[in-house]
């Protein structure tokens, strides 16, 4: 519980050192059409959630990248498992991975849109391409890195396949997982707001192309910095607990 509340207050002095550091080169800036204050942005962003504009963009955007975050998990922890425990399916694939982990996101989102064209098919799926393959990579290391002293004793204490999975493998696995799970939602976003500005006709990515057309950079740093918000809420709330009970297990293991 220390250790909880200490990451608490490091994380409001840190952001609060952030807002100070903001505020001091608009200030020195003197130009709020190049780096608004902080308080200018906030108040561009109460007026655009008063207005409605920001819940409906924001959700577009959440939406995406949820739908596109699932597919690439669950694309990724299954082919990565598979890679981790095949050498042929290793093989065979390593090469594939490669292709994918190197062809620029922008291409992938281009060739989609002129493939299935200009939907939201081809928005998530040219999202969830380009993390798929991180995420493979990620869980093939992490499945070649299992103990396998702790599979032998599944196996001497006869633990089903289901219980080796709860209890002796997904604990094993769970920081590739985490890593996973923040590189993904960081990215993902990212590469959604991309898909967004590129062709979409909503959504915070759609907002900032708008905004950056007219130079309003206010308008730009509040709908950008509204999902960052909602990320480092997830971060410290939902992925911090879901860390936590992961590893209790080694918490409590003997010294």
């Not at 219980?163 to 993902?188: C, D, E, F, K």
């Amino acid at each position: 519980m220390t250790d909880t509340r200490f990451d608490a207050k490091t994380l409001v002095l840190s952001l609060l050192v952030m807002l100070a550091l903001w505020w001091i080169a608009a200030r020195v800036g003197s130009d709020p059409s190049v780096l608004p204050a902080p308080n200018q942005v906030w108040g561009i962003f109460t007026d655009e959630l008063a207005r409605g504009e920001l819940q409906l963009h924001f959700t577009a955007t959440l939406l995406r990248v949820a739908a596109a975050f699932s597919l690439a998990m669950g694309f990724g922890c299954a082919i990565g498992f598979f890679m981790g425990v095949n050498t042929t399916i290793n093989r065979w694939f390593s090469p594939w991975l490669v292709v994918l982990l190197n062809v620029p996101a922008l291409v992938v989102i281009v060739l989609c849109y002129l493939w299935i064209g200009l939907n939201e098919v081809a928005a998530i799926t040219a999202v969830a391409l380009n993390k798929t393959a991180m995420v493979a990579v990620s869980i093939r290391e992490g499945v070649q890195a299992l103990d396998p002293k702790l599979r032998d004793m599944a196996r001497v204490f006869r633990m089903n396949r289901g219980a080796q999975l709860r209890h002796v493998i997904v604990p094993q696995l769970w920081p590739y997982i985490a890593s996973s799970i923040r590189n993904g939602l960081a990215i993902i976003w990212k590469i959604v707001l991309v898909v967004e500005f590129l062709g979409r006709s909503n959504g915070i990515g759609f907002q900032i192309h708008l905004y950056f057309q007219l130079f309003e950079t206010g308008y730009v740093l509040a709908y950008a910095l509204s999902f960052v918000a909602f990320m480092l809420l997830l971060e410290f709330t939902l992925l911090r607990m879901m860390e936590e009970r992961a590893t209790r297990w080694r918490q409590s293991a003997p010294g």
